[in-house]
């Protein structure tokens, strides 16, 4: 079966490696070195995709049925999260100014190299004025709801994505 996409409870969703059983309704698959039986009807072959993990603050990209690259990341603080569901991207832009509120309602303009919205003003993007992503940033400095990246990862993304090309956030 190879990657694939599956729903689990709380509406989040990952992506598994997978091969076919002898029984046609269910599949063996993979996930963080576990291997279980799960319901074919429940999986979708992944094409194209980017899954954006809020729990372990990662991004993972999928072109053609294979996973390109894989990369820390700092989503939403508490309040402004980053919205969990599928979405899609539906602009791309390079070298733009993000112009925004901060918490205490002054005013924030962040130059980003590399722009893709997928819902509403909520996107992903580089955030080249960060040292560090992953769990640990996002626990002293999460976003104010977009996918913050490292450079290289908003620009592989950005290079590999189109509008349309969805966007899986658990």
Not at 39 to 44: D, E, N, V
Not at 128 to 135: A, E, N
């Amino acid at each position: 079966l190879g990657n694939l996409i599956c729903k689990i409870p709380a509406n989040e969703y990952m992506y598994v490696t997978g091969n076919c059983s002898t029984d046609t309704s269910r599949a063996v698959v993979t996930y963080n070195g576990m291997t279980g039986s799960v319901l074919k009807a429940g999986l979708q072959q992944i094409q194209d995709a980017v899954f954006v993990s809020t729990t372990n603050q990662t991004v993972s990209l999928f072109a053609n049925s294979q996973l390109l690259y894989t990369s820390d990341c700092v989503t939403g603080r508490s309040g402004m999260d980053t919205p969990v569901g599928i979405h899609y991207i539906y602009s791309m832009e390079k070298n733009r100014n993000l112009i925004g509120y901060n918490p205490d309602g002054t005013i924030y303009c962040s130059f980003v190299n590399y722009w893709m919205p997928f819902c509403g003003d909520i996107g992903l993007h580089d955030a080249t004025w960060r040292s560090s992503f992953g769990i640990g940033s996002y626990m002293y400095s999460a976003s104010y709801g977009c996918v913050n990246l490292p450079l290289w990862m908003a620009a592989a993304i950005y290079e590999n994505a189109y509008v349309g090309m969805p966007v899986y956030v658990s």
